[in-house]
């Protein structure tokens, strides 16, 4: 069975730390990995993961895969309060399925 | 970009009543789109695949004679909830595929009284 775990659960931090956070799978016949951000309402895209090791960058925002060890990590640095998310891992599979297969998030907190 | 909407955004409804939703690709034309449920501090569940001029895919667990998925359309997709109850109060999240990426809408908060 496909598997996406993500870890933390949850995670309060306060304004300017750096964070990591992580996702681990075990999904058959591996595509992408793809990580969103979710406030209130749907997930909005951050990344998308198909190559070991190539750092993604947008910002403060960075994430890389490594497909050897099954684990992606997504960092974030001198965070804001705005940062405040549940961050959402998923992971797409070969075969023209084009499914996503979610992990349970991390809740981000970010005090000021 | 591609831009998803849905429409309700919230409803509430009687127990054993039947609410529709509707998912629909603003700007691009989508032969897959696909529903989503999230409950309370949990993650998004596919509950199946719709494909524009044929019938749905439902995720194993899913009852398809009551989560009834139309997709008439390259824009639109529907979701009714029939005879709701309930246990089917949650967050009702649709996406549509376009060149291997995932447009989520803003989703449906279902309330079942």
């Known amino acids: 069975e496909d598997k996406v775990v993500q870890s933390p659960l949850s995670l309060v931090v306060h304004e300017g730390d750096t964070v990591t956070l992580n996702c681990s799978y075990e999904?058959?016949?591996?595509?992408?990995l793809l990580w969103y951000k979710q406030e209130k309402k749907a997930p909005t895209f951050l990344f998308m993961l198909t190559s070991s090791g190539i750092e993604k960058k947008s910002g403060r925002l960075s994430s890389i895969l490594d497909k050897k060890e099954l684990f992606s990590i997504l960092n974030i640095t001198a965070t804001q309060t705005g940062d405040s998310a549940v961050y959402l891992c998923?992971?797409?599979?070969?075969?023209?399925?084009?499914?996503?297969?979610f992990g349970k998030g991390t809740k981000l907190t970010v005090n000021p | 970009g591609a831009v998803v909407s849905q429409h309700p955004s919230w409803v509430i409804c009687k127990s054993g009543t039947s609410v529709k939703i509707e998912c629909r690709s603003l700007?691009?034309?989508?032969?897959?789109m696909f529903w989503y449920r999230q409950f309370p501090k949990q993650s998004l569940m596919l509950m199946a695949t719709?494909?524009?001029?044929?019938?749905?895919?439902?995720e194993q667990g899913v009852e398809k004679d009551k989560f009834l998925i139309n997709h008439a359309s390259l824009t639109l997709s529907t979701l009714t909830v029939t005879s709701a109850h309930p246990e089917d109060s949650s967050f009702y999240i649709c996406?549509?595929?376009?060149?291997?990426?995932?447009?989520f809408g803003p989703g449906t908060r279902l309330t079942v009284l």
């Open positions: 999904v058959t016949n591996f595509r992408s």
């Open positions: 700007d691009f034309q989508a032969t897959t």
């Open positions: 996406s549509a595929y376009l060149l291997h990426e995932q447009f």
């Open positions: 998923a992971v797409e599979r070969q075969g023209g399925s084009e499914k996503l297969v």
């Open positions: 719709s494909n524009e001029g044929s019938k749905a895919t439902y």
